[in-house]
């Protein structure tokens, strides 16, 4: 009784004096939740432009803790300065501002983070970015050339082969290392098995399939 008595005097002389605090931080946190949800899903941000990191001066040595590593990415080389125990994914996202590529699993479970590394398909999520310094690495954003889709991309949109989109990049840099693979047979059988590890929640892999088929002889 005494408790209702007290939220109701609460109530008639105006609010506790944290309310209002307590509010914006609320708005803060519904704000933040809405920006997540939405920057990185769907195919257009698998296709999105690459973005401008800081690259630091040679002149300046590292933050303690620090290691420079130099990476030719898509083309362009770039210094970041990373702690030893920063994986590849997150320095890819975070430090180069490359959200194409995307954290799902963290695990090496998915392949929603795999990009091409010095040519071949590697899940980032297990790989420290101290590893690759010096390392050719292609991303989802380095598939596309001068503004023209690669045939892969193009092939996921005319096969409608993504739902959510979230694994989207990842499938389409594990099906540009297939149709680059000698070794990896051309039957649909050999492409499933090759791309087992990328992972579709949506259940688009009819489509999938049907997209790297169709992109055979263009790439």
């Known amino acids: 009784m005494n408790n209702r008595d007290t939220r109701g005097a609460a109530g008639n002389a105006g609010e506790p004096k944290h309310s209002a605090s307590r ?8 704000m933040s939740s809405i920006t997540a ?40 080389m770039k210094q970041i300065d990373v702690a030893p125990n920063v994986i590849l994914l997150d320095a890819i996202r ?37 590893m690759h310094d010096g390392d050719e690495i292609t991303t989802v954003e380095g598939l596309s050339k001068d503004g ?13 082969a993504y739902q959510c989109g979230y694994c989207t990049a990842g499938q389409m840099m594990t099906a540009t290392y297939v149709l680059g693979s000698s070794h990896i047979g051309d039957s649909d059988d050999a492409v499933r098995e090759a791309m087992s590890g990328n992972i579709c929640r949506c259940g688009a892999y009819k489509n999938i399939l049907s997209a790297v088929q169709s992109t055979r002889g263009k790439v």
């Open 148 to 160: 023209e889709l690669h045939p892969i991309q193009q092939a996921f949109l005319d096969e409608d």
């Open 94 to 130: 975070d430090e180069l501002q490359l959200t194409g590529t995307k954290k799902g699993c963290d695990h090496g479970q998915c392949g929603a983070c795999n990009v091409h590394i010095n040519g071949t398909v590697v899940n980032s999520c297990l790989s420290l970015a101290v």
């Open 37 to 76: 949800a939405t920057s990185g899903a769907g195919i257009a941000q698998a296709f999105a432009d690459e973005g401008d990191a800081p690259t630091p001066t040679t002149a300046d040595a590292p933050a303690a803790g620090k290691q420079r590593v130099s990476l030719t990415i898509n083309g362009q």
């Open 23 to 30: 509010r914006r931080f609320m708005k803060t946190v519904g």
